[in-house]
Nanobody, 126 residues
Framework: QLQLVESGGGLVQPGGSLRLSCVASGFTLDYYAIGWFRQAPGKEREGVSYIGNSGSYTDYEDSVKGRFTISRDNAKSTAYLQMNSLKPEDTAVYYC???????????????????WGQGTQVTVSS
């Protein structure tokens, strides 16, 4: 059974940092592009950051560019989202997602992804 499990969320003060992890089980991440998405209460799910299967290609939404860093360790079947300089507007449930793509390609739309984790809550508040 293919499964993604996120962890690392929590409560942090504005300006603080968190690192989210996304662990894959039941399959190897080597052939999958990964995306991080988030959904705040009352809002639609939105993309945050994306990475190709080799890790060479990444992209970020403008709202997080310069503050968040996406990475992956295929040997550990794990993807990461390092979040720095967090703001209250970053508060949301964060999801990782995976889709099998050719080398180097990334996917930026939620509908493109086949597998999703259950989400991890990130709350930025003083």
């Amino acid at each position: 059974q293919l499964q993604l499990v996120e962890s690392g969320g929590g409560l942090v003060q504005p300006g603080g940092s968190l690192r989210l992890s996304c662990v894959a089980s039941g399959f190897t991440l080597d052939y999958y592009a990964i995306g991080w998405f988030r959904q705040a209460p009352g809002k639609e799910r939105e993309g945050v950051s994306y990475i190709g299967n080799s890790g060479s290609y990444t992209d970020y939404e403008d709202s997080v560019k310069g503050r968040f860093t996406i990475s992956r360790d295929n040997a550990k079947s794990t993807a990461y989202l390092q979040m720095n300089s967090l703001k209250p507007e970053d508060t949301a449930v964060y999801y990782c997602a995976a889709v099998a793509l050719e080398y180097g390609l990334i996917a930026t739309m939620a509908w493109q992804y086949d597998y999703w984790g259950q989400g991890t809550q990130v709350t930025v508040s003083s």
